[in-house]
């Protein structure tokens, strides 16, 4: 049972509400990045700008979105031994009008954007309907819940591509769907094994053998449309594939030995061995594709 909340310090209630807006979860956003980072415009101010205003966006979007997700979702949280220490609504740690304030002065500054980068708020606007549209009825419908989530990984390279006026890559296009699809069937394949069908209604309809088929049938499409793209577009990456197959692997091996991979932010963070792929892979694209080495 949820207890009243005792008083917390002004810097206790500061720390909650950066905590609402889950700023560890940003990195997903990198994705935004991803057409700047590999049509190398490294050195161009404007493209380096636009590119780091969309991710900011993205940011705020993103931030928003999570604070419906909790506020919509702090009874059930309440009952959740986990989610009520670490949930700062639920916790009693920032309280409702002050999470709507919050939500409000969010959603000002989106409104804000769209008079200095219309286009990409347009994307950052179909990214907040559709995860509103997933937080009220989406997520509850099996498979259409996965693919909403990979499209949102998808509308965040669109937003990069408009923000810095480049066409998107139809490789990059279906190698983002399909990796995103792998992160999140392995979400719900985990959620499902840990916690049985009680954690969302949804994993009812699914079993962890086929959720299984979906994240190997996933991870094989994003590994053959990402080789595909580096031999026919960027032939010089192609020192980056193994790398992506280690992370493919290590990440498997990290959801079905180590039990991690409910959330993939967490499970970059906390092995040393995937960080350091992940690293190392983006360290061999810039390498490669830094100008002046191509």
């Known amino acids: 049972m ?58 705020i979007a993103a931030s928003a979105t999570y604070i419906v997700n909790d506020m919509r979702d702090i009874e059930h949280d309440r009952r959740h031994p986990e989610k009520l220490i670490s949930r700062p609504l639920a916790s009693g740690l920032v309280n409702l009008p002050t999470a709507l304030i919050l939500l409000i002065f969010l959603y000002g500054i989106l409104i804000f954007a769209w008079f200095f980068v219309p286009l990409v708020m347009m994307v950052v606007t179909g990214y907040i309907v559709l995860n509103l549209a997933y937080s009220f009825f989406l997520k509850h419908q099996p498979v259409v819940d996965i693919f909403t989530i990979a499209i949102g990984f998808v509308l965040r390279v669109y937003a990069g591509a408009l923000a810095i006026d480049v066409p998107l890559s139809a490789w990059m296009f279906v190698t983002t769907l399909c990796l995103a699809l792998y992160l999140a069937s392995i979400k719900r394949r985990q959620e499902l094994s840990k916690n049985g069908s009680s954690s969302r209604r949804v994993l009812n309809a699914y079993s962890v053998p086929l959720i299984d088929r979906y ?48 959330s993939p932010t967490d499970a970059l963070f906390a092995d040393w061995q995937l960080l350091l792929t992940v690293l190392l892979w983006v360290a061999a694209c810039a390498w490669e594709l830094w100008p002046g080495t191509m």
């Open 2 to 59: 949820h207890n009243t909340p005792v008083s917390h310090s002004p810097l206790a209630r500061a720390l909650g509400l950066l905590k609402l807006m889950r700023p560890m979860q940003w990195i997903k956003n990198g994705f935004v990045l991803a057409p700047l980072f590999f049509s190398a415009r490294f050195f161009d101010l404007v493209a380096v700008n636009q590119a780091l205003l969309a991710f900011g966006l993205f940011c």
């Open 215 to 262: 994240a190997e049938m996933s991870a094989t499409g994003a590994l053959l449309f990402y080789s595909m793209f580096v031999m026919s577009a960027k032939p010089q990456l192609v020192i980056t594939v193994p790398l992506v197959l280690f992370g493919l692997f290590r990440y498997w091996y990290v959801v079905e030995q180590l039990d991690g991979g409910e």
